[in-house]
């Protein structure tokens, strides 16, 4: 069984749209520095009414909390546990949360707080966002 | 404060409770709201109120079919957003109190495979919220994501996991006191500590119980209540919650959801304090929705439950704040809220037998947690 791939809408083109370029975006909105993740049709703050826009982000960020899947209540992730999942606080934009897999790290090393970044999986016909340790001598 | 009329809970019902499968759940509800009534001392003609969680199954105007009820003068099916079945009752306790309805029948019945997270086969595509959860293995309803909130809560502000172990240890202690709960052997600390990972840090005996059965309760004014066959149990407060951008994953407060904001409405409504309290029944589907009530309800302070719960000596049998006494959703079974409430009530009329926490007069409930966060005050 095929793992489930995202089945983008009318609000969420722009974020998949984004990934499948290497990009991370979030939905920010025209005249405002407000920005928001999942996005909607519309901000969840009143005083922002401009129209929606992409805003990409440096996808780096620091792990805010994490799972260790055990039980695959899915089928399709049956031969994938144990397998981490958790929700990364953006650098960019404290308080954005954007919820992954943890890539390309042990178990042992996971913590809250433990630097992150984006990387990208292909998953059909979509990229999805992930995250992985930084590794020093990466990039800064 | 009330919200009108003074409202009490007058009657308590349940069906058998049990693990089978492929059951027809309609003969459960009706039992226990035949029950509910006859233990009020009322006839099924006084009902002019139904109201019910999660608004599909039987429906309130089902059960007055059901029951063969000429009329409702009011009704309540709440959305499954609501605090468990404790949703119902505060949509009974307000119809009553402002005079839309004088006797109101609350119930929740549950079937096992509604309960029960493992063993699906077939899931929805992955649109909606689900596209930013589901692709990345998040399934079984919330369970990997209170994986997440437990981890989160140990970053925040320590513990250990004997906290958590003192909670499934506790269920186990009072369910040996329950005869209709569903597991009643006990279990040790040890148990709980090898007890296997669902998703780590969440184990599975963190886990509620799936099971099939049913629960109701009686509402009416505190008037009418005087005339009826118990002791009546008075609703001295009661309040709903939320937090700030309500939902299970992405949220303001991770770790408490609309706990906190809904208990600090509660303690503003109430005549009581924390300290006045003498039994708390508090959700357990998970045992950190039941460390975070603590918390929020100020039983103990933020972050202080491991020190608090003194390895389970204060929530148990003859400590000083007994906790989940009918054995909770982790050993009586996973009634989904309303027995909760149906339990705080008979020990406030001192009718729990073996169980009967000496003295009981304020009990305090709370369902649900995250989004959709319910509790009340209740006083004999």
């Known amino acids: 069984m095929d793992k489930p791939e995202p089945v983008p809408d009318a609000v969420s083109a722009f974020y998949w749209e984004h990934a499948a370029r290497g990009e991370l975006a979030v939905q920010g909105f025209e005249d405002s520095d407000f920005v928001q993740f999942p996005p909607n049709s519309v901000a969840e703050q009143v005083d922002v009414s401009g129209a929606p826009r992409p805003v990409v982000v440096s996808g780096r960020g620091t792990l805010y909390a994490y799972t260790i899947l055990h039980q695959a209540f899915h089928p399709a992730f049956a031969d994938s546990v144990p397998l981490a999942i958790g929700l990364t606080e953006l650098d960019d934009h404290p308080g954005i949360r954007i919820l992954s897999n943890i890539v390309d790290a042990e178990i042992g090393e996971l913590r809250s707080g433990l630097p992150v970044e984006v990387t990208f999986e292909k998953r059909g016909s979509q990229h999805l966002p992930q995250f992985r340790p930084v590794r020093s001598g990466d990039s800064a | ?380």
Not at chain 2, 85 to 104: H, I, K, M, N, R
Not at chain 2, 157 to 179: C, P, T
Request: charged share 20%.
């Open chain 2, 1 to 380: 404060m009330t919200f009108g009329r003074k409202t009490a809970i007058v009657g308590v019902g349940y069906s058998a409770i049990h693990r089978e499968k492929g059951v027809d759940s309609r003969p459960l509800a009706t039992t226990a709201a035949k029950n509910a009534i006859a233990d009020a001392g009322l006839d099924v003609s006084d009902i002019d109120g139904i109201f019910e969680y999660p608004g599909f199954g039987e429906l309130s105007i089902d059960m007055q079919r059901m029951l063969g009820i000429e009329n409702l003068r009011c009704f309540g099916d709440y959305a499954a957003s609501g605090p468990s079945g404790l949703a119902a009752a505060l949509g009974a306790e307000t119809a009553v109190a402002s005079g839309q309805c004088d006797v109101a029948l609350v119930f929740r019945s549950i079937t096992r495979e509604w309960g029960q997270q493992s063993g699906q086969v077939v899931f929805p595509p992955a649109s909606g919220p689900l596209q930013y959860q589901m692709p990345y293995g998040v399934a079984g309803a919330i369970i990997p994501v209170m994986g997440m909130k437990k981890q989160r809560r140990f970053a925040e502000f320590g513990g250990r996991e004997e906290d958590y172990g003192a909670i499934a240890v506790n269920a186990r202690k009072w369910s040996a006191l329950n005869e209709r709960a569903v597991l009643r052997d006990p279990i040790t600390m040890d148990d709980y500590l090898s007890s296997r990972f669902v998703s780590e840090p969440l184990r599975l005996l963190d886990c509620d119980y799936p099971i099939t059965g049913a629960c109701a309760v009686i509402i009416t004014t505190a008037e009418r209540a005087a005339d009826l066959a118990q002791k009546p149990v008075f609703i001295d407060a009661s309040a709903l919650g939320t937090g700030g951008r309500p939902d299970w994953t992405f949220t303001d407060d991770f770790v408490f959801g609309g706990t906190r904001a809904c208990s600090n409405t509660l303690w503003e409504r109430s005549s009581v304090t924390p300290a006045d309290v003498d039994v708390a029944e508090l959700y357990d589907g998970f045992t950190h929705i039941t460390i975070s009530w603590a918390e929020a309800l100020g039983l103990c302070g933020i972050g202080e439950f491991g020190d608090w719960v003194d390895g389970g000596a204060t929530i148990g049998p003859g400590g000083s704040l007994p906790m989940n006494t009918n054995g909770g959703q982790l050993a009586e079974g996973r009634m989904h809220g309303l027995s909760f409430l149906a339990e705080a009530a008979l020990q406030l009329r001192g009718q729990c037998d073996v169980r009967q926490v000496d003295g009981a007069r304020v009990a305090v409930v709370a369902n649900a947690a995250g989004p959709q966060c319910g509790a009340m005050v209740l006083t004999s």
